[in-house]
C-alpha cells in the first residue's frame, strides 16, 4: 500500500514536466522514505536523478517497497488539469496495477492511470571527479542558455580565474556571456583546475526547466567530462541531472 498527499499539486505539477522534457518512462520507487526516481533519456546522453524525502509530504504511507512505472506523458496531461489550490493525492493498493491521482479543490477528480511493467533497471549515479563547482541563480543560467541558443546549438562551459564563461557560435553568429562574484550572480566558485567543456543546449535547455522549482543551480563538471546540475527543490527534495559532453572534434 503507497498514499502520499502533497498540499499543493503544483509541485508535482512542476516535477513531472521537468523530468518528462527527457524521459519517456521510467519507475518511481516508493518506500518508508520517500520516492525516488532515476531515469535516462532514450538516446543515453542524459540521466536525472529524483529524491523526495517523505517530509515532503503533507501525509505519507508506504508498507515495504512499491515500485510505480509511469508514462511521463501521460502523467503530464493528467497534471495538466490541476489548479491553484488543489491538493494532490497518489495512491497504488498493494495488488493494483493503477495508480489514483487525486486532485481535491472546488471537486474531488480522481484519475486512474495505468501503471507499466518495467522492472527495476538499476542504473548506478556516474562516479566523476568534478573540479569545477559553481553556484548561481538558475535564472542566470537559463538566461545565458538563451543567449546561446541564438547563434548555436551547443554551449561551452568554462570556469577559470574565479568566473565563469558560456560561449556558443556558429553560422548565425557568436556569444559570450560572463558571470562574475562581483556582479552578485557568481554565488560561489570552487576550482581545483581551470575546466571548460561543451554541451548540447537543446538537452540544458530542458534541464532548465527544473529552474521553476529551485531558486538556484550548482553547476559541476571537468575538462570534456559530463556535467552535473543540483536543484535543491524549494519544496524540499532535489532533482539532479547528468549530461554527456559534445566532444568538439566530432
Given at each position: 500500500m503507497f498514499k502520499a498527499v502533497l498540499a499543493d499539486s503544483r509541485?508535482?505539477?512542476?516535477?513531472?514536466?521537468?523530468i518528462s522534457t527527457l524521459v519517456d518512462e521510467g519507475v518511481f520507487v516508493a518506500d518508508a522514505s520517500g520516492i525516488r526516481l532515476r531515469a535516462?533519456?532514450?538516446s543515453r546522453v542524459a540521466m536525472v536523478d529524483l529524491d523526495l524525502p517523505k517530509g515532503v509530504f503533507e501525509s505519507y504511507e508506504c508498507a515495504g517497497e512499491v515500485p510505480i512505472g509511469v508514462n511521463f506523458e501521460d502523467m503530464k496531461n493528467i497534471m495538466k488539469r490541476?489548479?491553484?489550490?488543489?491538493?494532490l493525492d497518489l495512491e497504488?493498493?498493494?495488488e493494483e496495477t493503477r495508480l489514483k491521482i487525486r486532485l481535491k479543490g472546488k471537486s474531488t477528480r480522481t484519475f486512474s492511470m495505468p501503471l507499466l511493467d518495467m522492472g527495476k533497471e538499476e542504473l548506478s549515479v556516474p562516479r566523476i571527479p568534478f573540479n569545477v563547482t559553481v553556484k548561481a541563480?538558475?535564472?542566470?543560467i537559463m538566461e545565458a542558455i538563451k543567449d546561446a541558443e541564438v547563434v548555436s546549438d551547443f554551449v561551452k562551459m568554462a570556469v577559470e580565474d574565479g568566473m565563469m564563461k558560456m560561449t556558443a557560435s556558429?553560422?548565425?553568429g557568436e556569444v559570450e556571456v560572463v558571470i562574475t562574484k562581483e556582479s552578485g550572480e557568481l554565488l560561489s566558485v570552487e576550482v581545483k583546475e581551470p575546466a571548460q567543456a561543451l554541451y548540447s543546449l537543446n538537452y540544458l535547455s530542458k534541464m532548465m526547466g527544473a529552474s521553476s522549482l529551485a531558486e538556484i543551480v550548482v553547476v559541476m563538471f571537468s575538462k570534456d567530462?559530463?556535467?552535473r546540475l543540483d536543484f535543491n527543490l524549494s519544496s524540499g527534495g532535489k532533482i539532479v541531472y547528468?549530461?554527456?559532453p559534445r566532444m568538439e572534434s566530432e
Open positions: 509541485v508535482w505539477k512542476s516535477i513531472i514536466e521537468s535516462m533519456d532514450p490541476a489548479g491553484a489550490n488543489e491538493k497504488k493498493g498493494e541563480p538558475a535564472s542566470t556558429g553560422d548565425r567530462m559530463p556535467l547528468y549530461l554527456a
